[in-house]
């Protein structure tokens, strides 16, 4: 069994990079990452400093990880992800979330592409590995569900027909969600 997680959950950030169109436009990073834990975003406005006096009105944000643009998938990865996996072969449930508004690289980030796969391919890559490695020693059954909240309204992005799903609480089971698609994984 792993040690003791530290921790029940970790909060991490991932700075994109400007898109070829924002490029285009003339746009400027206005958000610096440092020293892998905290971000600041500068004003993008500039003033002449009479209405704010000497104020600055840059914000900063602490993280338990924050990985600048430059970042791969792989850096992501071994930093919020990889860690988990002997918990998940210890029984544990661990669950992903990425959040942000649209076009901030929540399904890039999670899923990637093909050349470069996302944090969730990865996941289930080192894990089947891992199963492979350990089968003699460890029974296992890996179910997989991919869920979106989006206006508060829970759709499950496996399923043929994304209707509104519901959240149903259970006193044995705890907090799920009924009726949602689940995969059995054997191989990525």
Known sequence: MPHELQESF???VRVRPLSLKEKAQGCETIVQVIEGKLIVVSDPFEYDGLLRGARS?????????AFEQSSTQRDIFDKSMRKLIPYVLSGF?????????????KTHTMLGTTQDPGVMVLTLQHLIEDIETNKARIDTKVTL????IYNEEIQDLM???????????????????????????TTV
């Open 159 to 185: 399923a043929e027909d994304r209707g509104k799903l519901e959240l149903r609480e259970d006193l044995i089971k705890g907090v799920s969600v009924k009726s949602k698609t689940r995969y059995v994984a």
């Open 93 to 105: 449930n661990c669950a992903a979330f990425a959040y942000g508004a649209t076009g901030t690289g």
């Open 57 to 65: 009105r840059e914000k900063k944000f602490a993280f338990d990880c």
């Open 10 to 12: 970790n909060v991490v």
């Open 145 to 148: 569900s991919y869920l979106e």
